[in-house]
C-alpha cells in the first residue's frame, strides 16, 4: 500500500524513517527505470546536501511543508543546472541556467527531485510515444493479454508511470489538452490540472500559452491539494498568473458541507462509449448520492467542435512558440553552408513527426489566406464553449465525466493522428475554457486496467473541486 | 479545400522535409485540415475571438532591469560562440 505525503511526513517525525533512506527506497526503483519514466535521474551526490539539510530541519521539528519528498518532474520544467529536453533531439543538450517558478517552489517547501520524467516531445502527445528518448510503459498490464506492453497515456506519461510504479511519491506534470489527467486516468492514478493562470508557466518549455497548465501526478486527491498548495501562487513573471488569494487546500479537504452538491453529467459525452467507461459514472453516481447530492443532466452545444478547436488554437500557438528553436543560442545546431541553412537543418533534424506535423498545421492556419477561416474562427469557438461551461455553471456546481473514452492502448496501435487526438475529447473542452479538472481512479476495466473519472470545476474553485474529488474517492474507495 | 503548397508551408516553419517525407505530411495536414473543417458551418459573427481565458488576470508590471542572468552562463548553452557573441556564418556579403 502507498503511503501519502501526511503519512510519509509524520513517519519522518516520528524518526520510524530518515530522510536519506526514504529517499534511497524510491530511488532504487527510480535508478532501475524499467517502464523508461525517466529522461535523467539525480545521483545521490547531487541531492545529498538537501537530504542532510532535510533531516536537520525534521530534527529540530520544523519541517517544510514537503520536505523530504521525493518528486519526479517533467522534463518540460526548466530545472537550473539540470539537463532539460523536452524529450526532443533540438534541446539533448540544453542545462538551463535558471529553475521554473512551480520547481522553484517545490524545493523552497523541502522537496527532493529524484529526476526528470519522460514525456512526449514538447508535449504533444497522448501517448508517450513521440518521445526521442523512447516511449514510457505503462506498469499496468491487460490481464487477458499479459505480454503486451501498453502506453501510459500522454503526455507527462513517464510522470503518470514514475508515480504508479511507484518510483517517486508524486510527479509535476503540465497539462494542455489532457496531458495530466489522460495519463493520470490510463495509470490509475490522480491527476489536477488547476484553473488556468493558478500556476506560473515561467520557466515551463512552451507549447500553446494560452492552454498550458502545470500540475500534480499523485497516488491520492490529499497529496494533489499539498503539492497544489506549493505551486499555486502569483508570479510577476506570468503575465497570465492570478494574483487572487488562495485557499488552504489540505486543511479542510475532508469538511463535509450541509448544502446541496449538484453535478451535471453531459449525457452527449456518453453516447456511443463502452460499457466499461459507463459502469465509472454509473457507480460513482451510486456510491455518491447518498451524500446529499444530486445529480443532473446538462448539455453541452459545442462538444463537438472543441476537438477542431484545439487543433487549430494548440498548433498555432506551439509554431509559434516553437520558432525559437533554430541551432543558434542552444539547443542542437546542425551544419550549414549559411545562416538560413543552419535554420532549415537544425529544426528539420532536430524536431520529430509528430511535432514537426504539428507546427505545419499551425503554420498553415495562421498563414495569409487562412487566418480568418481558421484561426480567427477556432478563437470565435472558444469563446462558444467557454460560454457553454459558464451556462452550465450557473445550473451545477460540477461537472462529471469519464477522463478517456478507452482504456490504456498497445504501444505502436494507434498510427493515425486523428484517431490519436480523440483521447482527449473529454479534456480538451475543459482547457480550452481554462477550467480546472482533476481525474481521480474509479474502477478497473473488464481487462483490469483502471479508468478514471473527471470532476470540472468552476474558475479557481480548486478547493471545492479537490473536496468533491476526495469525497469521490473514499466512496469509491477503489485500491489496487 | 485547395491542394496544400507543403512546400510553401514547410518554408514558413522554416522546415525543410526530405522529398521522400513530403506526401506523408501533406496528406497528414490535408487530412487534419478537413477534419477541423466543420467550424466554418458555425455562425460567429456577432462572436468576439477568445485571446485570455480567463481575461482579467492579464497584467502588466514596470519595466525594471533585474540581472539574473550572466553572459557566461548564457553562453554555456551555445552551440558556438566567440568572445562573447553567438557564432553563425557570415551574413553581411
Known amino acids: 500500500m502507498k503511503q501519502s505525503i501526511s503519512q510519509i511526513k509524520s513517519s519522518l517525525q516520528k524518526k520510524e524513517i530518515s530522510v536519506e533512506e526514504l529517499h534511497d527506497e524510491f530511488f532504487k526503483i527510480a535508478k532501475s527505470n524499467i517502464n523508461n519514466s525517466y529522461n535523467l535521474i539525480l545521483d545521490k551526490e547531487h541531492n545529498k546536501s538537501f537530504i542532510t539539510e532535510s533531516q536537520k530541519r525534521y530534527d529540530n521539528s520544523k519541517p517544510l511543508p514537503l520536505d523530504g519528498i521525493p518528486l519526479g518532474i517533467k522534463d518540460l520544467f526548466c530545472t537550473k543546472g539540470i539537463r532539460t529536453t523536452a524529450s526532443s533531439k533540438i534541446l539533448s543538450n540544453f542545462i538551463p541556467n535558471y529553475e521554473s517558478f512551480v520547481t522553484q517552489q517545490l524545493l523552497k517547501d523541502g522537496s527532493i527531485f529524484l529526476g526528470k520524467n519522460n514525456c512526449d516531445e514538447f508535449a504533444m502527445g497522448s501517448s508517450n510515444e513521440t518521445s526521442h528518448f523512447g516511449p514510457v510503459v505503462n506498469p499496468w498490464k491487460n490481464k487477458n493479454e499479459p505480454d503486451n506492453n501498453l502506453v501510459p497515456g500522454g503526455s507527462s506519461g513517464g510522470s503518470a508511470a514514475a508515480v504508479a510504479e511507484g ?44 492552454l498550458d497548465q502545470a500540475g500534480p501526478l499523485t497516488n491520492c486527491v490529499e497529496d494533489a491539494a499539498h503539492i497544489l498548495n506549493s505551486i499555486s501562487k502569483f508570479d510577476f513573471n506570468d503575465s497570465t498568473s492570478s494574483n487572487h488569494t488562495r485557499d ?25 462509449v463502452s460499457k466499461d467507461i459507463l459502469n ?21 452545444s459545442t462538444t463537438e467542435y472543441a476537438l477542431s478547436t484545439y487543433y487549430i488554437l ?106 490519436m487526438y480523440k483521447n482527449d475529447i473529454y479534456t480538451v473542452p475543459t482547457s480550452l475554457a481554462g477550467l480546472p479538472g482533476i481525474s481521480i481512479p474509479s474502477g478497473l476495466s473488464s481487462n483490469g486496467l483502471p479508468l478514471g473519472i473527471q470532476f470540472i470545476g468552476n474558475y479557481f474553485q480548486e478547493k471545492k473541486l479537490l473536496q468533491i474529488a476526495a469525497l469521490a474517492e473514499k466512496e469509491l474507495a477503489f485500491n489496487e | 479545400m485547395s491542394d496544400i503548397d507543403i512546400k510553401r508551408i514547410s518554408y514558413l516553419a522554416k522546415l525543410k522535409l526530405p522529398e521522400e517525407k513530403e506526401e506523408f505530411y501533406a496528406n497528414s495536414l490535408k487530412e487534419i485540415i478537413k477534419w477541423v ?17 480567463t481575461e482579467k488576470t492579464e497584467s502588466i508590471r514596470n519595466d525594471e532591469v533585474y540581472k539574473n542572468n550572466s553572459v557566461e552562463e548564457i553562453l554555456d548553452n551555445a552551440p558556438e560562440r566567440a568572445q562573447n557573441f553567438f557564432k553563425v556564418p557570415k551574413v553581411v556579403e
Not at chain 1, 495509470?187 to 515561467?202: A, D, E, Q
Not at chain 1, 465509472?280 to 453541452?300: A, C, G, P, Y
Not at chain 2, 473543417?37 to 481565458?53: A, G, S, Y
Open chain 1, 314 to 419: 494548440a498548433p498555432a500557438e506551439a509554431s509559434s512558440n516553437l520558432a525559437r528553436y533554430d541551432g543558434i543560442r542552444y539547443g542542437v545546431r546542425e551544419k550549414g553552408e549559411n545562416l538560413d541553412d543552419i535554420y532549415l537543418n537544425s529544426r528539420t533534424e532536430g524536431f520529430g513527426d509528430e511535432v514537426t506535423r504539428r507546427i505545419l498545421i499551425g503554420a498553415y492556419v495562421l498563414s495569409a489566406g487562412y487566418y480568418d477561416a481558421y484561426y480567427r474562427q477556432a478563437q470565435k469557438v472558444r469563446r462558444l464553449i467557454k460560454n457553454d461551461f459558464q451556462r452550465i455553471f450557473e445550473e451545477v456546481d460540477f461537472i462529471l465525466t469519464p477522463t478517456t473514452p478507452n482504456e490504456a492502448f498497445k504501444i505502436g496501435d494507434k498510427l493515425d493522428p486523428i484517431s
Open chain 1, 248 to 272: 488552504d487546500y489540505v486543511s479542510e479537504l475532508n469538511q463535509k458541507t450541509d448544502q446541496k452538491i449538484k453535478i451535471g453529467i453531459p449525457s452527449d459525452y456518453l453516447q456511443g
Open chain 2, 37 to 53: 473543417d466543420n467550424l466554418k458551418k458555425i455562425d460567429t459573427k456577432e462572436v468576439k475571438p477568445l485571446h485570455n481565458v
Open chain 1, 167 to 210: 518510483s517517486c511519491v508524486a510527479s509535476m506534470g503540465t497539462d494542455t489538452g489532457g496531458s495530466i489527467r489522460q495519463p493520470a486516468s490510463l495509470c490509475g492514478i490522480v491527476g489536477l490540472k488547476p484553473t488556468f493562470g493558478s500556476c506560473s508557466r515561467w520557466g515551463i518549455v512552451a507549447f500553446a500559452s494560452s
Open chain 1, 280 to 300: 465509472q459514472i454509473e457507480n460513482t453516481k451510486k456510491v455518491l448520492s447518498k451524500n446529499n447530492i444530486e445529480f443532473l443532466d446538462v448539455k453541452f
